[in-house]
């Protein structure tokens, strides 16, 4: 999640005011969670901006609620990934998504209007958060943008119209 705390009009984020933050789950009894954890706080380190980036292995439902409504978007970062419902909660909560342009993301997020799908590179993704953090108002857009493409595709209730169509049609014998 990308953390703007200061917004300066028409100017963009003053850069000094910008962190990351990496939130997910975390299993300390994997050995690969622990030394991914630790390779990422090494380069954080020899990048420098250690001081910019926040680690927060796990967190309550309550504690992602807070940093959802902090940040001006949400990177979610596998290549190739399923569905993935990571992007999904983002755009519920008003927030734009910058993704890799492959697996669930292409399905869910819509380039240019609700985040970004960007080549798994960290030039692209870096050129996708310069556009919120130079233009938060761009953020705020795609946010509104996505929680309705949200609410529009992936509710409940356009959930149950889907598989009720579906389910009539094996019913009826039609072949997709």
């Known amino acids: 999640m990308v953390h703007a705390h200061e917004v300066h009009d028409h100017q963009g984020v003053n850069m000094n005011d910008v962190s990351l933050t990496v939130a997910g789950g975390f ?78 993301p292409v399905e869910t997020v819509k380039h240019g209007v609700t985040g970004f799908l960007c080549d798994p590179s960290p030039r692209e993704f870096a050129s996708a958060m310069s556009n919120f953090i130079q233009d938060p108002h761009m953020s705020e857009k795609m946010g509104q943008d996505a929680r309705q493409h949200v609410a529009e595709s992936f509710s409940t209730k356009i959930f149950g119209q889907h598989l009720n169509r579906y389910l009539v049609d094996i019913a009826r014998g039609k072949k997709e």
């Open 27 to 104: 299993d300390n009894r994997l050995r690969e969670n622990v030394e991914y954890l630790e390779e990422l706080k090494k380069l954080a380190e020899r990048e420098g901006v250690s001081q910019r980036v926040r680690f927060i292995t796990s967190c309550s439902t309550a504690e992602r609620n807070a940093l959802l409504g902090q940040c001006l978007c949400v990177l979610y970062t596998p290549k190739d990934e399923h569905f993935g419902i990571v992007p999904l909660e983002a755009m519920a909560a008003y927030k734009p998504v910058i993704a890799c342009n492959s697996g669930g």
